[in-house]
């Protein structure tokens, strides 16, 4: 039981670090990011190349992946978001979808097809209560509570972070008052891309990089999104602790079943709460 | 029961005549008779399946502007509908195909409730996530009743004349299916249902004030693309006579939103269009390139930034700009549409 609440938690931590750059871009600029998901599975792929340049050394290979997203979600966001703002969601939609499409061909033609498998970067385990758990998991949802706090951090103390949340409530009042908007958001963008490299990165060594790993975890993390509320930041890191939870339990016991319980979850929580859409 | 005035200039845009639907059927039962030389029948046949259900993603896409990542699960419940009724009740083809779209209307009407009160991307999203779910029932959950991935073999027999193992008759029955479809919808949608709909895609508030139940009509709307949807799919059990998963698979959607916009939604000649043109893409690429998703995923984005309107679109703004060229010379300011 508590290796599977141990599961469940790593599972939401994954979950946060994917589902807060979804959230963040929804709320701002109005758009779905479906290109998240190939981003995602760039870092665990960037990982895997840079790990034996560094002797396997997990943090620093970590750290450059993070690095070498960046340009990368720039040049996403310069010339294909970018152009989407004020438009409707759903050409948004099929242009972030494209994305997707062209970033896990070209996975598939660097790396293959098939999945490769990370070692565990701490290999230690720890006891609790008498059972042997795996270090690494409980190191992830430490970062996950750090990164949540970073956020609160950044979003309440520096201009940038006080901006965006401005924005985030009335985008055309910030405009008004001079602010560059599309300056700010270039800079969100590129943060939740970076965290959801982190996501993709934490996450390579518990199952492995596969070019369809963005694909698996995109529809959960809407799902987070939707029941934490877009653009809701302590929302979305609350339930994707939950969903993560509802993943690990029903996994225990009916495991095909966990994916379509978080579902079940959402429809549930959308047909109670009809107003907020 | 509808509240508009037939005096009123709306009537004069309701009527279409009936005879333009009957020459443009003609000429779109003459185009995929031309197919068939150039393609196998079957082939035909199967793009002529896809065509239907291009149309009724269409109806929710392309004329109410709600668009939905999860039309595969009224295809996926036509086929599975139909499989089950005629392995279990009854093989007669007809029987099938009623229960067939039967099936996927209620599915789309219990569904629609919950699903049509959203907007935008919370729509597309629970779509994909009920898509989801029954593609989890139908592949593990019911794996007893389904056979999961192994798929399993309809129990169809021939009923009369109707035998869908000839090539001939399928590819009749099919045509005359996508005929009606085309004949139905395009009633529908120049009715004043369609242009409350449409008035719907432009601004629901708008509707509202005057007077209407948007409600019922985008309820009503979602379970007509249901129905169509599942014909399609039990065409497909019908035809092909093996179902599988594959039919419900949630990843699939992406084909019939990529094929309503390269053929231009929000007309129905655009979904048969975009249907064909995706489906000989489709093969055509997927024999010579083992990796052709990139190549799709480039045209959606020249789609999405320069091609709005689609291959309708194009040919439409070509002919208002030869018109203009013609009746006001070269220097006419031409309007993209």
């Keep these: 039981m508590i290796q599977t609440l141990l599961y469940g938690l790593t599972t939401g931590a994954i979950l946060y670090f994917f589902a807060i750059g979804l959230s963040i871009t929804f709320g701002t600029m109005q758009i779905i990011n479906f290109a998240h998901a190939m981003v995602y599975a760039l870092g665990a792929y960037f990982l895997i190349t840079f790990l034996p340049i560094l002797q396997g050394f997990f943090p620093l290979a970590a750290l450059f992946a993070i690095l070498a997203i960046i340009p990368i979600a720039y040049v996403m966001e310069r010339f294909v978001i970018r152009r989407l703002y004020g438009e409707s969601l759903d050409y948004a939609m099929i242009a972030t979808f494209a994305l997707l499409l062209i970033g896990t061909d070209v996975i598939k033609w660097i790396w293959g097809n098939t999945p490769q498998p990370v070692t565990d970067p701490i290999g230690v385990s720890f006891q609790l209560f008498g059972i042997d758990l795996p270090l690494y998991r409980a190191v992830i949802v430490t970062m996950a509570f750090a990164v949540f706090a970073g956020l609160n951090l950044f979003f309440k103390k520096s201009i940038v972070g006080k901006i965006v949340i401005a924005a985030l409530e009335d985008t055309e009042g910030v405009r008004c008052l001079g602010l560059n908007v599309d300056k700010y958001f270039s800079i969100v963008f590129i943060l939740g891309s970076a965290l959801a490299v982190l996501g993709g990165v934490l996450y390579a060594p518990i199952s492995s990089a596969e070019p369809y790993m963005g694909f698996d975890i995109l529809l959960i993390a809407f799902a987070v999104v939707i029941v934490g509320g877009m653009g809701n930041l302590t929302g979305t890191f609350i339930s994707a602790f939950v969903l993560g939870m509802v993943i690990a339990l029903t996994g225990r016991y009916y495991s095909q079943a966990a994916d379509t319980m978080v579902f079940v979850v959402m429809a549930a929580v959308l047909i109670f709460r009809r107003s907020d859409a | ?337």
């Design chain 2, 1 to 337: 029961m509808s509240p508009l005035n037939p005096d009123t200039s709306l009537s004069r845009i309701c009527a279409t005549k009936r005879t333009t639907i009957y020459r443009d059927m003609v000429l779109m039962a003459a185009g995929f008779l031309a197919l068939i030389p150039l393609l196998a029948m079957h082939r035909v046949t199967d793009f002529m399946i896809f065509c239907i259900f291009v149309m009724s993603f269409d109806l929710l896409y392309g004329y109410m502007g709600r668009l939905s990542f999860g039309q595969m699960l009224y295809l996926g419940t036509g086929v599975y509908v139909s499989t089950l009724f005629s392995l279990h009740f009854n093989p007669n083809p007809i029987l099938s195909l009623m229960a067939g779209v039967v099936g996927g209307a209620i599915v789309a009407g219990i569904l629609g409730l919950i699903v049509v009160g959203l907007e935008g991307a919370s729509f597309a999203l629970t779509n994909l996530a009920f898509n989801q779910v029954g593609f989890f029932l139908i592949g593990s959950a019911f794996q007893k009743v389904t056979q999961g991935e192994d798929g399993i073999s309809a129990g169809v027999e021939p009923w009369g004349f109707l035998d869908l193992a000839n090539e001939h008759v399928a590819f009749g029955f099919v045509l005359l299916c996508l005929l009606f479809t085309f004949y139905m919808l395009r009633i529908l949608t120049s009715s004043p249902y369609g242009i409350i709909i449409r008035s719907i895609k432009e601004n629901e508030t708008r509707v509202k004030f005057l007077g209407y139940n948007t409600f019922f009509y985008k309820w009503l709307t979602f379970v007509l693309a249901g129905a169509f949807a599942a014909l399609a799919g039990t065409l497909y059990t019908l035809y092909v006579g093996f179902v599988s998963p594959v039919f419900i698979h949630p990843m699939n959607n992406v084909d019939v939103i990529f094929a309503a916009l390269i053929g231009g939604a929000g007309n129905l000649f655009g979904a048969i269009i975009g249907g064909v043109l995706f489906m000989a893409m489709k093969d055509t690429l997927s024999t010579h390139i083992p990796q052709w998703e990139w190549i799709l995923g480039l045209l959606l984005l020249v789609i999405v930034f320069w091609l709005r309107g689609g291959v309708t679109g194009l040919i439409k703004s070509l002919r208002d700009f030869l018109r203009a060229r013609m009746s006001r010379g070269p220097v006419a300011e031409v309007k993209k549409g």
